[in-house]
């Protein structure tokens, strides 16, 4: 079955730490994408990309590094942690020709 | 940037009503629009899309409608039911083939026995 499975599920850091998001898809979809959801604000996107080695810009990308390393692993960097960055994060995948992505179960990270 | 505007962001509707959620969106170009269905502490679902050949759209009790002329699509759902009861976000597409999506700020509605 077609999954896209994030990882930590949680995470609590620091101001000013480091911290990988990880994100696997078994889609074999081309775009994926990072999303943050914050009440009164949505999903808005972080980083995006559509195949292994390309990295687009979102809409809120400060703060964020992003990684696609293969086909299926994207990463979201975040190398200074700021309390701003508290947020559930959601990874999402689509095939593309302006599918609906699919959505991972989402991390929830707290910066202290 | 691109907006896309949901109202209301809270609906309380009581059990066997209709709930009507609209969005607005900016951009001309925009070709599909899909809706999702967020329960708490899950991730967003996919459950019903339109794209913009057409006018209306209806999976069982869902129904989207799309005016081009006045950039607005709606969700409606009929006979309500409390497991409906959940948030939901509408999104627009950046225009024709861009692969991204801008999201409404999402409704939260409320279904009452």
């Known amino acids: 079955e077609a999954a896209v499975t994030q990882s930590p599920r949680n995470k609590v850091t620091v101001t000013g730490g480091n911290v990988t998001l990880s994100c696997r898809q078994t889609?074999?979809?081309?775009?994926m994408y990072w999303y943050r959801q914050d009440t009164g604000h949505g999903l808005r996107l972080i980083h995006y990309?559509?195949?292994?080695?390309?990295?687009q810009i979102g809409d809120v990308p400060d703060g964020y590094k992003a990684t696609r390393t293969t086909q299926e692993d994207f990463f979201l960097l975040l190398e200074l942690a700021s309390p701003s960055q508290t947020s559930l994060y959601f990874c999402?995948?689509?095939?593309?020709?302006?599918?609906?992505?699919?959505f991972g179960e989402g991390t929830r990270l707290s910066v202290l | 940037g691109e907006q896309v505007e949901q109202l209301p962001s809270i609906l309380r509707v009581q059990e066997r009503s209709s709930a009507s959620i609209n969005c607005t969106y900016e951009?001309?170009?925009?070709?599909?629009f899909p809706w999702y269905k967020q329960e708490p502490g899950e991730n967003p679902k996919l459950i019903i899309d339109?794209?913009?050949?057409?006018e209306r759209k209806q999976i069982q009790g869902l129904i989207v409608l799309l005016d081009k002329k006045a950039k607005r699509f709606s969700l409606h759902i009929t006979d309500t039911q409390p497991a409906d009861s959940a948030m939901y976000f509408c999104?627009?597409?950046?225009?024709?083939?861009?692969?991204?999506?801008?999201f409404g700020k999402g409704t939260v509605l409320l279904v009452s026995p």
């Open positions: 999402a995948t689509s095939p593309g020709n302006n599918q609906a992505p699919l």
């Open positions: 889609n074999s979809h081309n775009y």
């Open positions: 990309s559509y195949g292994a080695g390309n990295l």
């Open positions: 951009n001309s170009a925009s070709n599909y």
């Open positions: 339109i794209r913009s050949n057409m």
């Open positions: 999104a627009a597409s950046r225009g024709s083939g861009y692969n991204k999506l801008t």
